[in-house]
């Protein structure tokens, strides 16, 4: 038993190294003075094709919203577990979101592309409000969104 622990822990420390090529990311998305509550904001990423991949984060705490999300909710069905990251708290008119994720070094220079879907009560929901290419060149290239985000950039 004791050797197969020891071959475990050698070929973990072999394999990890290359399965843990990721690097920090911080993601900040300004959001416009609309005038209304609080977003909700979905943030997640689709492959070449368009097709889901997962999800990075959610900005609004009450799952009652989150059918407004609404491309992010065709995706994943509604389903909170594939979200990395949840706060408690929606993003108010004329405040930003900074959150600072690992993410895998293969999502860059390869098709993929971060969305953002927004919503606010009472007023229009905003699927794909942002959809830029995770791209090495595009890091720190300001992009705004269509309605409720005024601003949105990625930086490595």
Known sequence: MKSLLKTLALTTALTLPGLAMA?????????????????????YVT???GAYVGSLW??????????????????TGGDTAQVNGITGASVGAGRKLKITLDLADALFDAGYKLHIDAAVEDMRDSPNEVAVPLTTDGAGVTTRGRRYVASFVYDM
């Open 23 to 43: 690097r920090p990311v911080t993601l900040t998305t300004a959001l416009n003075n609309y005038g209304g509550d609080g977003a909700y904001l979905a943030l």
């Open 58 to 75: 959610m900005a609004g705490g009450k799952s009652k919203y989150y059918k407004h999300l609404s491309d992010w909710h065709r995706a």
């Open 47 to 49: 492959d070449a094709s």
